[in-house]
């Protein structure tokens, strides 16, 4: 699945509320100082669940992909959080692929393989999940499979691959990266969490409570930040 890629208000910082609320504002649900506003320069680095944020693309494009630079959205979050972004991970997944291909599932490959050759040429690591394919209810749906561990896998390494990082930029929504990021506290790292989610029912954008309080600080995203980062 290829969004068409590819900027965030200026976060506005909250001070978080007590950890055991369930009304949590962005911010710092831990109370800790906010040593983002430090001059001193500080390197970070950015992961990006691109089936999230191709789903935060997709709801504010209002069902059309946001097209927007990758790389220059990144930059710009880092930038917000008073951060120079060192590298990129972008976790996604290549197109389905039948066993004799369509030609919409060639076009989608030919399109997918152009867009990451192009992050890799401009200094992003592209991790690769596959893309599987169920029938449900007499219809075809497709899921990234790998994707999460990968990102796990690569969040794990930073003490042992960047000893100077002791700030990270995750974008995501899932609750399974908790233990990795409690053990990168442990380790003296700082998450800083860019989400969405919507506190009205019936939405495709519940709020984690067990994800935001174990990061340090979570910022939601909104359009701007899309459209700051347009081509």
Not at 4 to 9: A, V
Not at 140 to 163: H, N, R, T, W
Request: proline letters at 3%; a positive charge; one cysteine or more.
């Amino acid at each position: 699945m290829l969004d068409t890629i590819l900027k965030s208000q200026n976060s506005k910082s909250y001070k978080g509320h007590s950890s055991n609320s369930f009304n949590m504002l962005p911010g710092d649900p831990k109370g800790s100082p906010d040593e983002s506003y430090s001059h001193k320069k500080i390197e970070t680095l950015v992961f990006i669940d691109s089936n999230f944020l191709s789903k935060v693309s997709g709801h504010f494009g209002k069902g059309k992909y946001l097209i927007y630079d990758l790389i220059t959205f990144s930059e710009n979050l880092a930038k917000k959080q008073k951060l120079i972004c060192k590298k990129i991970y972008y976790y996604t997944a290549p197109p389905f692929q039948s066993s004799i291909p369509s030609k919409e599932e060639e076009r989608r490959k030919d399109g997918y393989d152009r867009f990451v050759d192009k992050l890799r040429k401009r200094g992003a690591l592209v991790r690769e999940g596959r893309c599987q394919r169920l029938k449900a209810d007499g219809k075809f749906e497709y899921k990234q499979k790998g994707v999460d561990i990968l990102i796990a896998m690569d969040l794990m390494s930073v003490p042992l691959k960047f000893k100077e990082i002791k700030k990270i930029i995750l974008i995501a929504s899932d609750s399974d990266f908790v233990p990795v990021i409690n053990n990168l506290e442990e380790q003296e790292i700082k998450t800083i969490l860019y989400t969405y989610y919507e506190k009205k029912r019936n939405t495709n954008f519940s709020r984690s409570n067990h994800l935001i309080k174990s990061v340090n600080k979570y910022v939601l995203l909104t359009k701007q930040d899309f459209e700051e980062a347009k081509k």
